[in-house]
């Protein structure tokens, strides 16, 4: 798996939707569709596991990839 980005090891909503480019509803719509993994909740806080968010982006680099290739 890819660290794409170097930081801190749980992520609130607004660094996911960041990472993204998306807002915040969005990151919360594809959790509900399952597009996203859900967040862990510690406390009061609510946070998604960097490495799972990153897992997320790379299942994503091979399509992309592709459709450069076919360009």
Sequence with gaps: MTT???GPALL???AVAALF???PSTI???VNDGTM???VHIGGMTRWA???IDAVI???DP???VSAIRS
Aim: glycine content about 0%; hydrophobic content about 20%; proline content about 8%.
């Design 4 to 6: 794409h980005n170097e």
């Design 12 to 14: 609130d909503v607004k």
């Design 21 to 23: 480019q998306a807002s």
């Design 28 to 30: 919360w719509r594809r």
């Design 37 to 39: 993994p859900r967040p």
């Design 50 to 52: 960097r490495d799972e």
């Design 58 to 60: 790379d299942r994503a």
């Design 63 to 65: 399509w992309r990839r």
